[in-house]
């Protein structure tokens, strides 16, 4: 049976070019598991390297309008992609 | 950190400011050992015998249960004045009496602080546990739904009476997060951010959280069990130069962008514009604009800026 592992990568703003600010991985093997705080260094400098390095990327965030009067409030991280490894 | 006349200590400007831009500040180590050792003997109940009995994890709750019987932490009612929520002669009383974390509480929600909850967190050995689920680290998270205030805040005191080496799996917390409006656990899909850090450190230390930074507890994959206690403060008075008398008035011309000597260092304008290693290029701005608000605010100074950022976007004559 094939399995699908995830890694999600959050990136310095919205081009797949630019820096991972954030990521999770997630195993389609049960054996492994990804958790909160388990590696401090990313697994790629840049999004793009996930891709040369065989990921597929299948999602990422939409650019949305800021709502007048909330321009400036800050919250959740915004550009976040997902990819798979069928394996 | 310096002594006023009234022989209290107060946190300094450039204190102030690091919390303001950072969300944390450390003391380490400021708790003796015996004020230490006191509140180890005041949890109650502490037998570490508890995994040999049992697989269903009852004995977690049963702990808990035996502290709560045999603990000396008092009980206090939400809302009690941090001066009564502890009896003199306890341990937390003698905490909470320490010059230095008492100056630092004064000088962030004042002098009248209310108690708005407390609790002993236990973190066991991940060896005794028997289900796989629980040797998972917690997610990533910050203490509240949401909270729309954008000038008050409350404050975490995280004490730890015993040393946090690193393999015990010390709170994980993210620097420069405090302005980032979320709900709760909606970020735990953040397993990992550039710039996370991990609490390791001495007996004694206390960490005061500003109430919304973004945190998590790890794994402890020790064999002690770690011990962490926690106090959050609410203000009762708005939060303008509670640490100082000094009249703010920001008088200083700046040298334009980009074209300049660089910002002084160890500044105050230095120091809130500093970035983390996870800000987004745009949103990290943002971030930056909020911490400026937040120190107009507590300094009563309505002019301060660093680099333009707010004076640049109130320049409007419509």
Known sequence: ?????????????????????????????????????????????????????????????????????????TGYLKYEFFFEKIK | MKKNKK?????????????????????????????????????????TSLNKKNTDQSWLAEHYNEIMKTSKIPLVKAGTSLKKAYRKKTALNDVMSNP????????????????????????????????????????????????????TFDIQLFYFPTAVEKNMGGTRY???????????????????????KHVVCSAGTVIIFHHNIWHGAGINNSKKIRYGFKIRLMPTQKQVKLWTKKTYKN??????????????????????????????ADSGRLDILNRIRLWRHITNDKNFDAAYWLTRIENDYN
Request: some cysteine; overall charge negative; hydrophobic content about 30%.
């Open chain 2, 174 to 196: 993210i620097p420069g997060s405090h302005f980032r409006m979320v709900n709760e656990y909606a970020i735990a899909r953040y397993h990992n951010i550039r710039g996370q």
């Open chain 2, 251 to 280: 008088n200083h011309k700046e040298e334009a962008l980009y074209w300049n000597r660089g910002v002084e260092k160890n500044s105050i304008k230095e120091i809130l514009q500093k970035t983390e290693p996870w800000f987004e």
């Open chain 2, 100 to 151: 230095v974390l008492s100056g630092a509480i004064k000088s962030l929600v004042g002098d009248k602080p209310k108690l708005d909850h407390h609790f002993l967190h236990i973190t066991f050995p991940s060896e005794y546990y028997h289900d796989a689920n629980q040797k998972i680290s917690q997610g990533n998270h910050n203490d509240c739904v949401i909270d729309p205030r954008e000038k």
């Open chain 2, 7 to 47: 022989n209290n200590f107060m946190l300094t400007d450039n204190q102030m400011a690091e919390f303001v831009s950072k969300g944390y500040l450390i003391f380490e180590n400021i708790i003796d050992d015996k004020t230490n050792k006191k509140f180890l003997n005041e949890i109650g109940h502490t037998s």
């Open chain 1, 1 to 73: 049976m094939k399995r699908q592992d995830i890694l999600i990568l959050y990136l310095s703003n919205s081009s797949l070019e630019s820096n991972v600010i954030g990521w999770a991985r997630h195993y389609g093997d049960k054996k492994k598991i990804g958790m909160p705080g388990d590696n401090d260094n990313p697994p790629y400098e840049r999004g793009i390297e996930a891709v040369h390095d065989g990921w597929r990327l299948f999602q990422s965030s939409q650019l949305e309008q800021h709502p007048r009067g909330d321009e400036y409030r």
